[in-house]
Nanobody
Framework: QVQLVESGGGLVQPGGSLRLSCAAS????????MGWFRQAPGKKRELVAA???????SYADSVKGRFAVSRDNAKNTVYLQMNSLKPEDTAVYYC?????????????????WGQGTQVTVSS
């Protein structure tokens, strides 16, 4: 059983930065494709960024140039660095994992999910 635990969320002013972390246990992390998703109130959950086992990356258009995803296989952790935050980035952010080599962008293909961490961008 894979467990994912997100951390690093909080309240930040517009233009500020946060770094989210997702620690994985119960799996061989290096064999997993990872993704970050978010869900704002009243909206569907959407992909923010995905990273393959080998480091290929994809971003949602809304976060390109502002967010950066990375992974540290030695620490079983994936990160989401969020810069130039906007009020519309306010959401619960989720980490997801699937045992797959290639990058996965479809929410339905992920097998494991964290509990989510709240990010609020407000002045």
């Amino acid at each position: 059983q894979v467990q994912l635990v997100e951390s690093g969320g909080g309240l930040v002013q517009p233009g500020g930065s946060l770094r989210l972390s997702c620690a994985a246990s119960g799996c061989t992390f290096s064999r997993c494709a990872m993704g970050w998703f978010r869900q704002a109130p009243g909206k569907k959950r959407e992909l923010v960024a995905a990273i393959s086992r080998s480091g290929y990356i994809s971003y949602a258009d809304s976060v390109k140039g502002r967010f950066a995803v990375s992974r540290d296989n030695a620490k079983n952790t994936v990160y989401l660095q969020m810069n130039s935050l906007k009020p519309e980035d306010t959401a619960v952010y989720y980490c997801a994992a699937v045992l797959r080599y290639t990058m996965v962008v479809s929410e339905g293909q992920y097998d494991y999910w964290g509990q989510g961490t709240q990010v609020t961008v407000s002045s």
